[in-house]
């Protein structure tokens, strides 16, 4: 018999005019079955300075979520040199290679998706997408981003939010969004 597999969330990102939003939907699923519909996928680390998001397994992301905590405050708050050196890390340290989640953080200026292949990417138009909506996320953030640059940047994510969730069954419309910055 096969292991149960963990399925959930969208997790978008966005910089936009000066504000850094990012938001998930709620939902954790094992199998077919929801199990939970209000997990928080967004946290505040670095002093409240950086927003974090996650998708894949809740106990190894918050593990790779404190690990990049304690990267941030070693590095001096430098948020691409704690990526870069968590991405080493886990890629090479035998305890942290097995877990199995990805991470999306981003203060005011910058986002970086962060995964246990060693991965840091910067993706364009300061927009970061992970999960099983984040293509569907995405293809509507960057819509909203040319078509409709007047919304906010937390618009754009509750909107691209609600596109995953219409489409993809492991997103739910239970939304955590969290921003960081002021309107320019």
């Given amino acids: ?17 000066g504000v850094a939003a990012m938001g998930a939907d709620g939902q954790a699923t094992l199998g077919s079955t929801v199990m939970k519909s209000n997990v928080r996928k967004i946290r505040k680390v670095g ?22 905590d304690e990267k941030l405050n070693q ?10 050196e968590l991405a080493r890390d886990w890629r090479t340290d035998r305890f942290l290679r097995r877990l199995e989640a990805m991470l999306v953080v981003m203060n005011e200026t910058d986002g970086m998706v962060i995964s246990g292949t060693g991965d ?13 909506g984040g293509m569907y996320a995405q293809a509507a953030a960057l819509t909203l981003l040319k078509h409709a640059p007047h919304l906010t940047a937390e618009q754009i994510v509750r909107e691209a939010l609600g596109v ?15 921003t960081l910055g002021n309107p320019a």
């Fill in 1 to 17: 018999m096969s292991k149960p597999i963990f399925h959930s969330t969208t997790v978008v990102g966005v910089i936009h005019n």
């Fill in 47 to 68: 002093g409240g300075k950086v927003l974090a998001g996650f998708a894949g397994a809740t106990a190894d992301a918050f593990t790779l979520l404190e690990r990049f």
């Fill in 75 to 84: 590095y001096g708050q430098n948020m691409k040199r704690a990526a870069v």
């Fill in 120 to 132: 840091v990417l910067e993706p364009d138009h300061k927009l970061l997408c992970i999960g099983s």
């Fill in 164 to 178: 995953a969730a219409d489409i993809c069954i492991y997103t739910n419309h239970n939304f955590d969004i969290q």
